[in-house]
């Protein structure tokens, strides 16, 4: 097992870290959480060499998907850089890459209940307002879990805040920054339930960023409690319980 303490604090320079052969000839992954070997729960950047294909394999704890280089394709179509994709539990592919792809991949970590199959292209997609200066895109909300894009602007400095149902974010590009330490493009970090930090930024950044998936105690229930981490996640403010 690697990182499946979610009460702990998990940080990983992806930048550095090597890529480690998967079964399948042409694909490469850097794994950043696993339960197992070759299933369960699994955080990984993966890299598919040009023209590498998987075989067809169905998702039965779903698969999230963000492509970071080239193009990563499957049966349905072509996803080139900034293509979000969620293949809900039951799902089934047989995904390949004509010239190559570098993907953020999670495994194995859809809610119970969320069907819900996603596919926005974040190069063309809207951006919302945020708090203060930032902007957010939303890309995917069941209960209380939400998953959006960030983008901070030079020189921005969060208010200090808790992380309730914890927090998990890759870094982009650009350096998120907090009193933890400074993440360059291709961190990923994972902050537990109840864990805090004043995130801020000195260039511009760009951030990946999920909420309230690793609660150890439902702190926020009912739609009432949805809205209110939505609107938190929109607004980049605490959630005051």
């Known amino acids: 097992m ?19 052969a998967s079964p399948m000839p042409g694909v490469w992954r850097k794994p950043l ?21 998987f075989a067809h394999h169905q998702h039965p704890g779903g698969e999230e998907i963000l492509v970071l280089e080239g193009v990563f394709s499957d049966e349905a179509g072509d996803y080139g850089p900034g293509s ?33 199959s996603v596919r926005i292209d974040t190069a063309s997609a809207a951006w919302l307002p945020g708090q203060g200066r930032l902007q957010v895109m939303p890309l995917h909300a069941y209960e ?24 998990e974010i890759f870094v982009l590009s650009g350096e998120f920054i907090d009193e933890h330490g400074r993440y360059p493009a291709g961190s990923w970090l994972r902050s537990p339930h109840l864990s805090a930090h004043c995130p801020y930024t000195e260039v511009e950044t760009v951030i990946w960023v999920k909420t309230g ?24 403010e605490p959630i005051v319980r």
């Open 2 to 20: 690697l990182n499946m303490n979610f009460a702990e604090a998990a940080h990983i320079d992806t930048a550095t870290a090597p890529w480690q």
């Open 33 to 53: 959480a696993r339960e197992d070997a070759e299933r369960g729960h699994a955080t990984s950047i993966v890299r598919y060499d040009a023209g590498a294909r």
């Open 84 to 116: 979000y994709l969620r293949n809900p539990p039951g799902s089934g592919h047989a995904p390949f890459s004509e010239e190559g792809c570098v993907l953020f991949v999670k495994l194995h970590q859809f809610a119970a209940g969320d069907t819900a």
């Open 144 to 167: 209380v879990e939400h998953v959006a894009l960030v983008k901070w602007p030079a020189g921005e400095r969060f208010v200090p805040h808790r992380h309730w149902g914890g927090e």
């Open 213 to 236: 998936h690793l609660s150890l105690m439902p702190v926020v229930s009912g739609v009432a409690g949805t809205e209110r981490a939505l609107a938190s996640l929109a607004r980049r």
